[in-house]
């Protein structure tokens, strides 16, 4: 047995016994098991050379099926309302978090090739999902088939960067490109999603929805993404510099978090995902916004931010992957979909790489476009929340594939982009043979 499992494996005879009457003390056993599967399974998956969001989406995966190695008692983890609530809140801080590691310039800064890449990144996966979805669940209605192709439209910004950066090609045209369209990609399959959820919401409480209103639908995200991030930056360097007079205590993190909580609130307040709204939050905060609290000492917010993300982010991968059955891929149906999704989400963002110039390796774009990851779960995610006829929009069985499919696409991406980087390196001048030795004088 490795020496990483023995101190997790501790936790799980506790979980089994119960944690006494008090509501809390269980959350705090429960929250304490997923935590330690998280880290764990992201050590495991970093020592194979894959990210750790993907090991804590496969530990998450290892506790949700327990059960079908005669393991019981896990499965209740996923259903707490309590760990729930800290993984939404997760996926806010985690898209916050992201948000802050880009600005409004830098988007506006990356050019026509980046957008064109996201546009593309996101029409024809969203086209190839709704296909591959009418026909392998013909008896699926069509807003299943949408959630399917807006699901497949999302890119992980923060998986490509950290690849591109650990094989030292951050600073690349390529990377510039691939890092400027995934965050326009996001943006736009934002949208997507705020349009198709809008429509699904519509139907689930007994109205139509027409071609006006899912233009209106569009107006407020557009709206929405242009009017806070314009008001924002006027805003934002205001209210930190009044929360820069206070004296107490984590008033700089404090004051971030009202502001993203705020945003997100606005945006569910319109009817969007309140991810969007925590995402723009981050994307208009800049570092000269903080730079009264840093000239005096203090850590920049995306430091601060960090570590609750570090927290509550890898919570929301470990429930994800709870929410997975294993046992639904004993349907050949599934498995079906499953390799279909897969391909259809590779062959999609592949097809970016048509719209690059010559200049830039088109190819390496095109990989660095297709991992999933986190965006991928939360659009599934909220899939899996949104019902019909109180029907979930998206199955078990049918989330189970594209859960699949997003461990697939983030597996794959590591060695695609080092091989795809490697191949336009030159290769190396062979050695010269050594020379001999001057042959000695003569008598």
């Known amino acids: 047995m490795p020496r990483l499992l023995r101190p997790f494996l501790l936790l799980v005879p506790l979980v089994l016994m119960g944690a006494g009457d008090d509501p809390i003390t269980v959350v705090l056993l429960r929250l304490a098991v997923v935590l330690a599967a998280a880290k764990l399974g992201g050590e495991l998956a970093v020592r194979v050379g894959q990210p750790a969001v993907l090991g804590e989406l496969l530990a998450g995966v290892a506790l949700g099926n327990a059960d079908l190695v005669g393991l019981t008692g896990l499965e209740a983890i996923a259903s707490d309302t309590a760990v729930d609530v800290l993984a939404r809140l997760g996926v806010l801080v985690l898209l916050f978090e992201v948000g802050i590691e880009h600005t409004v310039r830098q988007m506006l800064r990356v050019g026509w090739t980046a957008l064109r890449v996201a546009v593309v990144g996101v029409v024809v996966p969203f086209g190839l999902g ?12 069509l807003y299943v088939h ?28 390529a990377a510039r490109v691939i890092l400027g369209a995934a965050v326009i990609d996001d943006v736009l399959g934002l949208i997507v999603l705020a349009v198709v959820t809008g429509v699904i919401a519509a139907l689930a409480a007994g109205t139509s929805m027409g071609t006006a209103a899912v233009l209106t639908i569009v107006g407020k995200a557009t709206v929405f993404l242009v009017g806070s991030l314009s008001i924002g930056l006027w805003v934002a360097p205001r209210l930190f510099r009044a929360a820069s007079l206070l004296r107490t205590r ?51 917010l995306e430091e601060l931010v960090k570590p609750i993300a570090g927290f509550l982010s890898p919570v929301f991968f470990v429930l994800m992957g709870m929410r997975t059955d294993l046992a639904a891929f004993a349907d050949s149906g599934v498995l079906g979909l499953a390799a279909a999704l897969t391909i259809v989400a590779i062959l999609g963002k592949l ?3 048509l719209v690059v110039p010559g200049t830039i390796d088109r190819l ?30 998206i199955a078990p069985a049918t989330y189970s594939a594209l859960v699949a499919m997003v461990i697939v696409t983030t597996m794959i991406t590591p060695p695609a982009l080092k091989w795809s980087l490697a191949r336009r390196r030159p290769a190396p001048a062979p050695e010269a043979p050594p020379s001999r030795p001057p042959p000695p004088p003569g008598p």
């Open 146 to 173: 949408a959630f399917l192709g807006a699901t497949l439209c999302a890119t992980s910004v923060g998986i490509t960067a950290r690849v591109l950066q650990d094989l030292g090609a951050a600073k690349s045209a």
């Open 130 to 141: 709704w296909a591959a979805g009418a026909v392998l669940l013909p008896g699926a209605s």
């Open 351 to 353: 097809a970016c790489s």
């Open 250 to 300: 984590g008033a700089q993190l404090a004051t971030g978090l009202v502001f993203c909580f705020l945003l997100a609130w606005l945006a569910g307040a319109v009817g969007l995902a309140p991810i969007v709204g925590a995402f723009a939050a981050g994307l208009i905060l800049e570092e000269l916004h903080f730079r009264d609290f840093t000239e005096r000492g203090e850590h920049g």
């Open 364 to 393: 390496t774009v095109g990989i660095g476009m297709v991992p999933r990851g986190e965006v991928g779960l939360i659009f599934a995610n909220i899939g899996l929340s949104l019902t019909v006829a109180g029907q979930p929009v």
